[in-house]
């Protein structure tokens, strides 16, 4: 590796003395995906003699791009490795201690030091992740969502049994293509399933939106969309009113935003992105103008990045370049287990020892027969001590479901039907209260 360093460097500065350039190679840096050289120009040089000469570098190196961008009073050339390695998200979890609360892991940065982001941070609020196809957003996107999850309250082993299934994060995943987020599905942090259809992913941006109007919102919410503009295409300004009004006022209700796209052109996402996204994640784009809407600088270089994880980050009025952490959907499995979120042991309660019987529930779900009432009696008793805080939460009745039956039951069908039958019960208790009738207990099933 000396060897190659030592050889680079003086390629480096053969280049910059063939086009009449004083400057030097002072250090330089080993990344998993890139080595960086310092630069140090002489006192006077124009930067432009030195970034316009990307491709004279990449020649004279023998390499596919080079990036050459501004660092401060030097200039950092970054040449790819001929043995890229990959970051790997779980070890780097695992060796993570005392992260605060709603911090998502990036990956490596190019000191070598893992990347961490907190959303509630006042110069981050809301995140967009661009880059075309093969760049690796998809797989930060999932980094960022399991890293969130992974430093939570909710799945977390210990305890576990001691508590209802409550947690201080709610993600809303929004999923266009159905693809990217699939096999998260059964995170316990989910306020509601993976959004697929558009005027479902409207409804719930309205709904966010309302919510943020309520006063004293207590708890944190990460809206995650993979695929911006598809969304923004489809749903038009159904879509883009209530994400606006969010991005614009929801840090202070505590809902962050997430956004994705491969398309970051200023005629789609010009307006929206604007001022409302303080913090840019940019991969590998087509073109410098799409690099400028991206990062909202201009020569930060990132149409010149590698794809497949290398990215840039725009933050504070400064750039830094990292290799985004991957996992594959085996680890994904693997993590899911050894948190508990797999459905298997995680603690939950249940309302009955066992599942309604098939010959309960009939072929067809929506085919159900009047079960006792004592059934839901049962469910609302469970659900009294609880109720009336998640009543005021958005995502509440799927909280009330998972404390109910676990996370191996998908929400829907006849036990949610169930649950509801309880909850109106229990709505028509505390209406009581006010009203002085005595509540009824509905008939689950009619």
């Known amino acids: 590796m000396r060897q190659l360093l030592e050889y680079q460097a003086d390629r480096i500065e053969a280049v910059f003395a063939h086009h009449k350039v004083p400057a030097r190679v002072t250090g330089g840096t080993v990344t998993p995906r890139w080595i960086r050289y310092q630069v140090v120009p002489a006192l006077g040089v124009r930067?432009?003699?030195?970034?316009?000469l990307a491709e004279e570098l990449a020649a004279a190196l023998d390499v596919p791009h080079v990036r050459v961008a501004r660092q401060g009073a030097a200039i950092a050339v970054e040449v790819p490795r001929d043995d890229p390695q990959p970051v790997h998200l779980v070890p780097l979890l695992r060796g993570?201690?005392?992260?605060?609360?709603?911090?998502?892991?990036?990956?490596?940065?190019?000191?070598?030091?893992?990347?961490?982001?907190?959303?509630?941070?006042?110069?981050?609020?809301?995140?967009?992740?661009?880059?075309?196809?093969?760049?690796?957003?998809?797989?930060?996107?999932?980094a960022m969502v399991l890293s969130l999850a992974y430093f939570s309250g909710a799945g977390r082993t210990e305890h576990v049994a001691m508590r209802p299934a409550s947690c201080d994060l709610r993600l809303v995943l929004i999923d266009p293509k159905g693809t990217a987020f699939r096999d998260l599905a059964d995170l316990p942090h989910l306020a509601r399933p993976v959004i697929s259809d558009p005027a479902e992913a409207v409804e719930a941006l309205g709904s966010l939106a309302r919510l943020m109007e309520r006063p004293a919102t207590s708890q944190t919410v990460i809206l995650v969309i993979d695929e911006l503009v598809d969304l923004l295409m489809v749903a038009g300004d159904d879509a883009e009113r209530p994400l606006t009004r969010l991005v614009q006022r929801g840090r202070e209700a505590g809902i962050h935003v997430i956004a994705a796209t491969q398309k970051p052109t200023a005629a789609v996402i010009g307006s929206l992105v604007k001022a409302n996204f303080p913090v840019r994640l940019v991969g590998k784009v087509t073109s410098p103008e799409d690099a400028r809407v991206a990062t909202g600088w201009r020569g930060t270089g990132a149409e010149r990045l590698l794809g497949r994880g290398d990215f840039i980050v725009v933050a504070e009025g400064q750039v830094q370049r990292f290799q985004a952490a991957y996992i594959t959907p085996e680890e994904v499995r693997e993590l899911f287990q050894g948190k508990g979120w797999d459905g298997n042991g995680n603690g939950r309660l249940r309302a009955s020892t066992s599942p309604p019987s098939s010959g309960e529930i009939g072929q067809d779900e929506d085919a159900i027969s009047l079960r006792p009432q004592g059934e839901v009696a049962t469910l609302a008793?469970?659900?009294?001590?609880?109720?009336?805080?998640?009543?005021?939460?958005?995502?509440?009745?799927?909280?009330?479901?998972?404390?109910?039956?676990?996370?191996?039951?998908?929400?829907?069908?006849?036990?949610?039907?169930?649950?509801?039958?309880?909850?109106?019960?229990?709505?028509?208790?505390?209406?009581?209260?006010?009203?002085?009738?005595?509540?009824?207990?509905p008939l689950w099933g009619t």
Do not use: C
């Open 47 to 52: 930067i432009a003699s030195i970034t316009g």
């Open 96 to 142: 993570l201690r005392n992260v605060p609360p709603v911090t998502a892991v990036l990956g490596i940065a190019d000191d070598g030091v893992p990347l961490l982001i907190r959303l509630p941070s006042p110069d981050v609020a809301h995140i967009l992740v661009a880059g075309t196809t093969g760049s690796g957003k998809t797989a930060l996107l999932r």
């Open 381 to 441: 008793e469970r659900l009294r001590p609880y109720w009336p805080t998640w009543r005021e939460e958005w995502g509440g009745k799927t909280k009330a479901f998972r404390f109910l039956f676990g996370m191996d039951v998908q929400p829907g069908g006849a036990y949610w039907r169930m649950m509801e039958a309880a909850i109106a019960y229990l709505e028509a208790e505390l209406n009581s209260t006010t009203t002085g009738e005595s509540p009824v207990l």
